[in-house]
């Protein structure tokens, strides 16, 4: 199981919004160069930018073909301009909002859904071309069993509620997950 360190998962939040304001201010983001270790490994993971208790955004990269410390910075980046469901958000926001990071373990398949474990795993289903992934935080907060996690994954893929039953792959995942909240704002330059 991956472990970050606290001064870890400070460090990438800082690069996360850094990156947000670097690019929201028209300048090329710059991420910092760290030695060897678990910041340069190749990870999944999910930037979500919450505005109070609302979600502002959320963009991930489940098959990371970077550095953890560098696609933080691009999923930033992307979950602040880049998510269809919302606006483009704009400099002026930046001190409104939160940023949360879920690094992801890798994707196991499973046959019986009694092994997804709600609040510590998250799914990804695939259909034909149809995907979807949520994850594992967003069962508990909308207090979802597993049937309706995986209707709303469905959902999500753009599928029937229903089609996770039928021939669909159903794959879970853990994931480390932590943000400013925690650190009560003070990972904020």
Known sequence: MLQLTES????????ARNAVRSYLSGHAPRVPEVPSGVLT?????????????DLRGCIGNIHAASALCRTVAECAIAAAVGDPRFMPMAVAELDEVDFEISVLSSMRRIEDIREIEIGKHGVFISKGTARGLLLPQVATEYGWDRERFL??????????????KKDATIQCFTAVIFGEKQFQHSVTT
């Open 41 to 53: 490994e190749e990870r999944g993971i999910f930037v979500s930018i919450h505005k109070g208790v």
């Open 151 to 164: 209707q709303e994954t469905s959902k999500k893929a753009g599928l029937r509620p229903d089609d996770w």
């Open 8 to 15: 870890d998962q400070r460090l990438l939040l800082q690069i």
